[in-house]
């Protein structure tokens, strides 16, 4: 099983395509102005105590206030609030918590107005993302994520991942860990940590130590808003969670995020440098490795399953919906329940692909095909656990219903990918009419000649789409052979699926856009 991370710089950030086997499993966008992502911490100033909800309005910067929950404030709020207030009147300059004394821990059932007043100041850590109408969910109980290990200030328990199931390797790491943290702080480990030594684990905690340090340093002279600590870029951090063995390339078009990721691997795998590649060809990345193509199949209302059948995908405020149908499939087995568990088993391994590929996150309702016997519905649930096996967000799955429904929440932390797949035909601008397709041809044979003999260009590539590069390229004496005859230049043809039937682009030798007049 391959991996493939492809990442494809634009004007505005990043697109990141995960594939697995060659199929596109999660796609994200990155912008550069993007703020208020999950993990950065700020200093936030209260400015409401709401005591009907047990909550207060942190602004942090965004245009709505941030809500932070009473139960989200960590039992060593007060020790955070204590210390945040020693660094900046710089009673404290070092980021060690060697001899600071903590606070005694809140009452988990008590009030948020105990704790916190307005006009206060405090360390917060964005969880969950603006949303719709929401501003961003905050937490007091600050982490910083590494590759293996998890740091936590102000507390002193060393938790292992329960993916961990050898009872020997979570005691070694726990007294591994034990005695290598510094004093004060606690560590999760994370599954990844299973079988490594203690220089790679001593490595990461020492990383881990100095974003902490970085982040005291620019508390000391934080003003309110003022990002304290941020999380690395989403290209960096899928690497930080799911770089392993399986991977076999990381792509990147850009020179500057190539140079920006390669030294982010070294610090964290640098035996997997090598299988980080900078791609310089003149086609598109992404319509090389063909996922242009997957991201029109893949987002929209209905998605087609593998082997017949397909998934109507609704949104509402509240909840997802999704609808299994039979499609064609319904004629291919020899009763109706073969049917029915055939075509369930394909839509499930969809429906978890498309979860992890849209970040669809709540609730989710998925109406099986239905199906009779009970000894069906258990395989389709554990194939349904099997599929969901990969996603790294938290997620619980209940067995189908007696109405054939699955429900499945999922841990929403960001606002769902939604990719639009119709949009106005960029050939008539929505009109309905378009220039005689017949014509391109002859157009662009026109602005070649021009090319050509007036502005002398000496190379040439053109961009069209597929059937276009086909209606081209094909025959013997092909109208692109026909050029060359014509002006004894040959001209570049390249398929571009994102293009209308009737769009064109003109390259010149450098690549840059030959504008047309």
Excluded at 80 to 88: F, G
Excluded at 222 to 227: E, H, I, L, Y
Excluded at 307 to 321: D, K, M, P, R, S
Aim: aromatic share 8%; with cysteine.
């Amino acid at each position: 099983m391959s991996n493939e991370l492809i990442i494809n710089s634009t004007q505005n950030g990043s697109r990141i395509a995960l594939l697995k086997d060659k199929k596109l499993v999660e796609f994200h966008q990155e912008e550069n102005n993007n703020q208020f992502n999950v993990g950065d911490i700020y200093l936030g100033t209260v400015k409401k105590v709401v005591q009907g909800l047990n909550a207060s309005f942190i602004d942090i910067g965004y245009e709505k206030d941030a809500f932070l929950h009473y139960l989200d404030l960590g039992p060593q709020v007060q020790s955070l609030n204590k210390h945040t207030k020693l660094v900046m009147n710089k009673k404290i300059t070092s980021a060690k918590l060697t001899g600071f004394k903590n606070e005694p821990d809140i009452n988990k059932l008590g009030k948020i107005s105990q704790v916190l007043s307005k006009n206060q100041k405090l360390l917060v850590q964005v969880v969950k993302e603006p949303i719709s109408t929401k501003g961003p969910r905050l937490s007091c109980e600050l982490s910083i994520a590494g590759r293996y290990l998890v740091l936590v200030p102000f507390s002193s328990a060393v938790n292992v991942s329960k993916k961990i199931s050898d009872s020997n390797e979570r005691k070694r790491l726990a007294r591994l860990i034990s005695s290598i943290k510094p004093e004060g702080f606690g560590v999760i480990i994370r599954t990844v940590a299973q079988g490594k030594d203690v220089k790679e684990l001593d490595n990461d905690l020492q990383n881990l130590f100095s974003i902490w340090e970085k982040g005291i340093n620019t508390l000391k002279k934080a003003k309110a808003n003022d990002k304290i600590i941020g999380e690395v870029s989403r290209a960096n951090s899928i690497l930080r969670d799911v770089l392993n063995e399986s991977f076999d390339s990381i792509i990147v078009d850009d020179k500057d995020l190539f140079n920006e990721i390669r030294n982010y691997v070294r610090s964290i795998a640098p035996d997997k440098e090598k299988i980080l590649k900078l791609y310089q060809n003149k086609v598109k990345l992404f319509e090389t490795y063909g996922i242009e193509k997957q991201l029109k199949t893949s987002f929209g209302k209905s998605v087609s399953v593998t082997n017949g059948g397909y998934l109507i995908i609704e949104h509402t405020e509240a909840l997802h919906v999704i609808d299994v149908n039979s499609g064609n499939k319904s004629n291919r087995e020899e009763d109706q329940e073969s049917t029915a568990l055939t075509v369930n088993i394909e839509a499930a391994k969809e429906i978890a692909r498309q979860l992890r590929l849209r970040d669809m996150g709540g609730i989710i309702v998925v109406d099986f095909i239905d199906m009779r016997r009970t000894e069906n519905k258990k395989l389709l649930f554990k194939k349904m656990r099997e599929a969901m096996e990969d996603d790294r967000s938290k997620h619980t799955i209940l067995p189908l219903s007696k109405f054939g429904l699955l429900q499945i929440t999922r841990q929403r932390v960001r606002p769902e990918l939604n990719i639009v797949t119709r949009e106005a035909c960029p050939a008539c601008g929505g009109t309905g009419n378009i220039t005689a397709s017949i014509q391109v041809a002859d157009q662009i044979e026109t602005a070649l000649k021009y090319f050509f003999t007036k502005q002398n260009e000496k190379k040439i590539t053109l961009s069209v789409h597929p059937y276009l590069a086909g209606y081209f390229q094909n025959g013997i004496m092909s109208i692109q052979m026909k050029w060359f005859l014509k002006h004894f230049k040959w001209v570049k043809i390249i398929g571009d699926t994102s293009l209308g039937i009737t769009e064109y682009h003109f390259f010149n030798e450098n690549g840059e856009l030959i504008q047309l007049i």
